[in-house]
Every structure is written in structure tokens, then in C-alpha cells.
């Protein structure tokens, strides 16, 4: 759709899709996130690495405002996508997410059919008219997630009866049904081999042509392998933006350079 | 001996057993702890346990055994013809244990001594109104038989009773003996106790069982009693419930199916007013309530959990009732024309499991993985959404036995149907009509002069014993369904 061929040498150019600024998270009376400024690109991959507890999940889910569903949990300073703050009272949460789908760690299909859990999203949102339109973003979800060829003739089984990889897959299927700009995804491999995270690593490559991806991930390989830009946490503080082969090779902060070569985390 | 000292005894051996012990295992090991298999108190415990275990078996089953000689004993001496037109050796029986009360009764008021008692042969005119002054309810003279079995059977329990006392010390206290000489400092007195307590823990467990089998044998046994007096088919499948006391009972109808069709339709209100009241109770709680919220609203609806049913019979009765008689009644619709009836009973019982409903489903739903809400979320459904089609369905099997758990529950409930449904039996589709229950019925079968041999009064074990196999089924199924749905997320 875009015409934009390369976003390696465009990216200090285009407008940015999530602009946050001054951002502060806090659990109750714990500031898990402090003052963390970033831009991230449209139609490319952001991954945010650092040590466990750093906040990388906590700075996710401000994103889409899952954490509107943790009582004590507060947000402060302002999210921008496309421009519009997102934490801007007129805006409802519930359509958000719709927006910037999420991806989770350990793989949550629903106990329904294959065709149902892509299903339930565009069902919610009424974005398909009838029969036949539901048909198609289904099989047109699951055929931009690589799943439609092994499911396409069991799609009234469960999902829970799929293998930890196909689950995954299933769930980034879900999320692209309703049609989201961006999608969130925090350790999507985590709990899976390493054949099903290739897989998994492909389809997030090529899902790059058409949605913005922040991906939290613990693996530098992975980070490095899939993603344009790399952000690295550290005790709740954003210590380094840059693109990635940067990041990995030319650290400017002498904390990155420890995390990634391995010194502590 | 009274019973109290003679138990009394037993301990003070135990204990003095247990300081002997403990003491000799001391010194045996010349004072090093170290030098003895186990801990000191082991081995006192060894003793204690030794003396107490014994002891006490030997006077259960003397007390146990001791009555079923005792009667056989004055069974025989009661002659055939003693026994009058239309009574029992058994109610000769009981007439003799009322004597034996009596005559020890007048003995302990001073109205006899205690010679006198025992030895009395004539003038029973005098004997009996001596009892009647001592203040026992003597039915008619006594008679000569009688009372020279009633005396027999005294002298008989008190012999039992001095010969028991003796053998129970005796037992405590050679097993004291036989205990302390064990102990030395190899005896392994830990795992002794240890192995003793495994004893007790199973005696425990067996005790709970042996019961239950108990109850299951007593009710199969009268029912078989009752089916022989009255046919099984007419039982299942008549359509009336006449009880006639009159006559033995004999020209009693007994179905059962007006009983189990009040207790469905009632069971049925109940379970329309308490499942989706307390599902919807439990869905706010669980998903939509804060923490303060939950906090209180949380232990307030299971306090009504924990008021006796005969206070929520007392509320259908005089407060449920008249409210739905002054709308339904003949001021009102004019459909119903008593305060009890199946609406009256089952709204009640409906409240009642309320709590019982909310709390199982508050567990379950509990139990659904917070991921699955997160996926629920994240693709931008609201709470309502996500506890309509995520949740509840995943919730639904445990839902379902939570469910079949609470109309065992309705279908076992007695109280407020016996104030609240009136006693009609009745098949009726109004349900402003008053009708009764199984439980109901086998309370009034049993209260009042029942006499234990005629179908009136056996079939409210054919009744129990129905009730019984359908909530046994319905426990069964329901914790079937509830264990499948908990594995699935283990
Ligand atoms: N629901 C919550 N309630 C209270 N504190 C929380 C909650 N979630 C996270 N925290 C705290 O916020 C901090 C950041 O947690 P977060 O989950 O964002 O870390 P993370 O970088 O994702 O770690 P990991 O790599 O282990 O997933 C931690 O100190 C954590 O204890
Ligand atoms: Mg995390």
C-alpha cells in the first residue's frame, strides 16, 4: 500500500506512529517506569530488551492501556498515536485496542474453534456483514499468519488442541482479524522451540509491510534478527534508542553495552 | 463404678504410666539423651498409648456387648403365656427395662432401699405405688413376672458392671506393666507412636465410612421391609399419597409421584431464582467489583449461607407469604388461595441458594486463566463481552455442576418446605397451589406414635432411600463435571 520501498533510510524522515513523551507508570506507590521519552516508526520493528523487572511489559501495555485493567496501576505524560493521545479522556480504551492489537508471552487461545477465535474480534467490532465477509477475514487472517495451509480443514476443532507454535500463530492471527495498525508483542516466543520461533520470526517480518510491530523479546538474537530499531530499558529508565545494528554494535551507554555483551541481566 | 470414674482410672494409669516411662527410658540410658533411640516423651507416650488403647476397646465392646446378653437373659425367663393378646415379647421387654428404671429411680429417691428392691416378691400393690410416688409413670399393676425379670435384670447389669470395672483396670494396668518393662534405651518408642498414631488417624477415617455404610444398610434394609408389605410398582408409579394411620395402615395409598413431582417443581422455582441471581452475583464480584467492593460484599453473601433453614421457613411463612397471597390472593389475582404454597417455598429456597450458587461460581470463574481476559481484551472487547463469550463458556462445565450441586441441595431441603409448601400432595401445575415434598412427608411419617412395623411409617425409608440414590446421582455427576473442568486448566 505504502510506497515507501525501505525504511532503514527513511526512518529519521517519516513522521513517527507512537510518539511518548515524559511517560511514568506507577503500581500503587511504585514508579516502575520513569520519564521515558521514544519515537517508534511506522511499518517497521521496535524491540525493547533489558534485564526482567526493567518495565519493558509495564511500557508495552501502556500502548494499547491494558493496564487500565490493573486497579492500582496509573499512568502519567502522554502517548501519541497518529498524533491523538491516546490517554485523552474522550478516547475509549475498548476501541484502542482494537487498533493496537497485543500479542502475548504465553500463547491464550480461546476455548473455541479455530474459526471462532479469529472470528470473535471482527465479531465484536461488526466488521463483517455477513457469513461470507466473516469467511473471508478469517481465512485471509490466517493465511497472513502462514497457519491457513495446516488448519485450513480443521477449523471447527478447539484451538487449545493446536501445537504451543500453531497456538502462537493463531493468536497473532487474531489479532490481525481486526485489522490493527499496530500490534504489540511481549516475548511471543517465549514458550516456544526454536522451530516455531523461526516460523514465528518470519511472519513477523513479513507482517512489517503493513503494521507497526513493538515486540518485547529477552533473546538478543531475536531482537537483532527482526528488528529496524532496538530500545533498551533499564530499572524503569529508557537508556538507548537507535536502530539496531547500532545498538549491537556501537552502544553509546556503557549499560547497554554490559546488557548485551552479557555482563548482567 | 460410674462410667466417668472408671474412664477417670484409665487415664491417671496412662499418665502415671507415661512419667514411668519416660523416666525409666532415662535412666536405662543412664541420663544421655543421646544414648536413646528416641526422644524421652516417646516413650512415655509408648505407655500412655499402650494402656489407653486397650483399655478403652475392651470397654466399648463390653458396653457394646453387655446389653444384647443382659436381654437374651430375661428374655428367657419371661414365660409364653405372660405375654398378652396383641403385645410382644419385645414390648414385654421394654415394659421390664421400665421397671428395672423405675425400681432404681425409687431406690435413688429413698422410696425403697435398695434391700427391698432387690428382694420384694409380693404384694404388688405396694410396689407400684411406691414407684408411682417415687414419681414413675406406672402404666398398670405390676405384674409378677415382670417385676421378678426386672429384678433379675438389675442384679444382672450391676454384676456386668463391677465385672467390667475390674477387667478394664486390670487391662490398664498389665498393659502399663508389660509397656514400662519394654522400655529400654534401644526401644524404638518413636516409630511405636508414630505407627499408633497411623492407627488412630485410620481408625478415624474408617469410623466416618463404616457409618455412611451404616446409613446406606439401615435404609436398604427397611425399604426392603416396607416392599414387602406394600408393592414396589404401586409405590413408583401410584398417583395418589393417601396415608391411612387407621387399620395398620392398610388401606394406605403410597405413590410417590405427587411427592417427587413437589419436590421438582419446587426444586425447579428454587433453581430459577438462585442461578442466574447467583451467577450474576458472581460475575460481579469476580470481574467487576474493586477490592474494597469484594471485600465486604464478599463474606456478606455467604453469611446467608449460614442461617439455619428453619429461619428462612420461618420467612416464608410469615413474610413471604402473605406478600405473594395479598397479590395472588383473592384480594388480589385470586389465584391462590393459601400463604403456602410451591411459589411460597421455592422463591424462599431459591434465596437460600443464592450464596451456595455465587460462591461455586465465583470459584470458577476464579479459575479461568487471567490470559485468557488479556486475549479478551487486547483485541478490544469490553467486560461484558468478555464475561459473555470468553468467559462463561469457559466457566460453563464448572458452572453446570455448581448447578447440579445446588438442586441436590433444593432437592434434599426440608424445613422450608415443611412451613413454606403447605402438606397437600398434590400434581398440580399451578405453583400457587400448595404441595409437598419427600422430605416433608418423611418427617410426618415419623412424627407423632409411629409404630416401626406398618407401610405407613417403613415407606418414609422407601422415600429416604429414593432421595438418596437421585442426590447421590446428581452429587455424582456434578463433581464429575466440576473435577474435568478443573483439569483442564491445570
Ligand atoms: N500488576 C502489577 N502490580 C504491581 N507491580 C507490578 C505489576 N506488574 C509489574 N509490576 C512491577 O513493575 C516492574 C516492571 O515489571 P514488568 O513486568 O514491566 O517487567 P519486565 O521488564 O516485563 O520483566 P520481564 O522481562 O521479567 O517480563 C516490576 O518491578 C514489577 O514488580
Ligand atoms: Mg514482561
Not at chain 2, 279 to 284: G, M, P, R, S, T
Request: glycine residues 8%.
Amino acid at each position: 500500500m505504502n510506497e515507501m520501498p525501505s525504511i532503514e533510510q527513511a526512518n529519521e524522515m517519516t513522521e513517527s506512529k507512537i510518539s511518548a513523551n515524559k511517560v511514568q507508570v506507577f503500581y500503587g506507590d511504585n514508579q516502575a517506569i520513569k520519564d521515558v521519552d521514544i519515537e517508534i516508526q511506522p511499518r517497521s520493528v521496535t524491540s525493547f530488551i533489558g534485564p526482567s523487572g526493567c518495565g519493558k511489559s509495564t511500557f508495552l501495555r501502556t500502548i494499547n492501556r491494558m493496564n487500565d485493567t490493573i486497579d492500582i496501576c496509573r499512568v502519567e505524560g502522554s502517548i501519541k498515536i497518529d498524533n491523538e493521545d491516546i490517554y485523552d479522556p474522550k478516547v475509549d480504551p475498548v476501541q484502542l485496542r482494537a487498533k493496537v492489537g497485543m500479542v502475548f508471552q504465553k500463547p491464550n487461545p480461546f476455548p473455541k474453534s479455530i474459526y471462532d477465535n479469529i472470528a470473535y474480534g471482527p465479531r465484536i467490532h461488526g466488521l463483517a456483514r455477513n457469513k461470507a465477509e466473516l469467511d473471508d477475514i478469517v481465512s485471509s487472517s490466517l493465511q497472513k499468519a502462514g497457519l491457513w495451509e495446516e488448519v485450513k480443514n480443521r477449523l471447527d476443532e478447539p484451538g487449545t488442541g493446536m501445537s504451543g507454535g500453531q497456538q502462537q500463530r493463531l493468536c497473532i492471527a487474531r489479532a490481525i482479524a481486526v485489522s490493527p495498525e499496530v500490534i504489540l508483542m511481549d516475548e511471543p516466543c517465549s514458550a516456544l522451540d526454536p522451530i516455531a520461533t523461526a516460523k514465528v520470526e518470519e511472519l513477523i517480518d513479513e507482517l512489517r509491510e503493513n503494521y507497526t510491530i513493538v515486540i518485547v523479546t529477552h533473546s538478543m538474537q531475536q531482537a537483532a534478527r527482526v528488528s529496524q530499531r532496538t530500545a533498551f530499558f533499564h530499572l524503569g529508565i529508557l537508556v538507548e534508542e537507535g536502530l539496531t545494528e547500532d545498538i549491537f554494535t556501537n552502544p553509546k551507554d556503557k549499560r547497554t553495552q554490559d546488557y548485551i555483551t552479557g555482563r548482567f541481566g | 463404678m460410674p462410667l466417668f470414674w472408671l474412664i477417670l482410672i484409665v487415664l491417671a494409669i496412662a499418665a502415671v504410666g507415661y512419667v514411668l516411662g519416660r523416666s525409666r527410658a532415662m535412666s536405662s540410658a543412664g541420663g544421655e539423651l543421646s544414648a536413646l533411640h528416641s526422644l524421652p516423651s516417646y516413650y512415655g507416650a509408648n505407655v500412655a498409648m499402650k494402656v489407653i488403647v486397650p483399655a478403652f476397646l475392651l470397654l466399648i465392646v463390653w458396653l457394646l456387648a453387655q446389653p444384647f446378653y443382659v436381654n437374651n437373659v430375661i428374655s428367657g425367663m419371661i414365660p409364653e403365656t405372660s405375654i398378652a393378646e396383641g403385645s410382644s415379647r419385645g414390648l414385654v421387654l421394654a415394659e421390664v427395662r421400665r421397671a428395672a428404671r423405675g425400681l432404681d429411680n425409687a431406690v435413688a429417691t429413698g422410696a425403697m432401699t435398695e434391700e427391698f428392691a432387690r428382694n420384694a416378691r409380693a404384694d404388688f400393690a405396694d410396689i407400684s405405688t411406691r414407684l408411682r410416688d417415687a414419681g414413675q409413670i406406672v402404666t398398670s399393676e405390676i405384674t409378677q413376672p415382670i417385676l421378678r425379670a426386672a429384678q433379675r435384670y438389675r442384679v444382672l447389669n450391676a454384676t456386668g458392671n463391677l465385672i467390667m470395672s475390674i477387667a478394664v483396670i486390670l487391662v490398664a494396668l498389665f498393659a502399663a506393666f508389660w509397656a514400662i518393662r519394654e522400655t529400654n534405651a534401644e526401644f524404638r518408642a518413636r516409630n511405636v507412636v508414630e505407627q499408633g498414631i497411623k492407627a488412630i488417624l485410620i481408625a478415624a477415617a474408617s469410623i466416618a465410612i463404616l457409618t455412611t455404610i451404616g446409613i446406606v444398610l439401615s435404609l436398604v434394609f427397611n425399604t426392603w421391609e416396607f416392599f414387602r408389605l406394600y408393592p414396589a410398582s404401586d409405590f413408583f408409579f401410584g398417583l395418589t399419597w393417601s396415608p391411612s394411620f387407621s387399620g395398620r395402615g392398610s388401606s394406605s395409598q403410597l405413590g410417590i409421584l405427587p411427592l417427587l413431582w413437589g419436590t421438582f417443581y419446587i426444586s425447579i422455582v428454587a433453581l430459577l431464582v438462585a442461578v442466574p441471581i447467583g451467577l450474576f452475583a458472581a460475575v460481579y464480584l469476580s470481574e467487576y467489583a474493586g477490592p474494597k467492593v469484594r471485600a465486604v460484599a464478599k463474606p456478606l453473601l455467604e453469611v446467608l449461607a449460614g442461617i439455619p433453614t428453619i429461619v428462612y421457613g420461618l420467612f416464608a411463612l410469615l413474610t413471604v407469604g402473605p406478600l405473594l397471597l395479598s397479590v395472588f390472593g383473592n384480594e388480589g389475582l385470586g389465584i391462590m388461595q393459601a400463604g403456602t404454597a410451591v411459589m411460597t417455598a421455592g422463591l424462599v429456597m431459591g434465596i437460600m441458594l443464592i450464596p451456595f450458587v455465587s460462591s461455586l461460581s465465583d470459584d470458577i470463574i476464579n479459575a479461568v486463566p487471567q490470559a485468557m481476559r488479556d486475549g479478551s481484551y487486547g483485541l478490544g472487547a469490553t467486560k461484558s463481552e468478555t464475561v459473555r463469550q470468553v468467559i462463561l463458556p469457559a466457566a460453563l462445565p464448572g458452572i453446570v455442576g455448581a448447578i447440579l450441586l445446588a438442586a441436590s441441595r433444593a432437592i434434599g431441603e426440608t424445613m422450608i418446605v415443611v412451613l413454606g409448601a403447605g402438606a397437600a400432595a398434590r400434581l398440580s401445575l399451578n405453583p400457587f397451589e400448595a404441595m409437598t415434598t419427600v422430605t416433608a412427608k418423611i418427617v410426618s411419617q415419623l412424627t407423632g406414635d409411629a409404630d416401626f412395623a406398618s407401610p405407613v411409617a417403613l415407606v418414609a425409608f422407601a422415600l429416604g432411600m429414593t432421595l438418596f440414590v437421585i442426590t447421590l446421582g446428581l452429587n455424582i455427576v456434578a463433581l464429575y463435571i466440576v473435577r474435568k473442568y478443573r483439569e483442564q486448566y491445570d
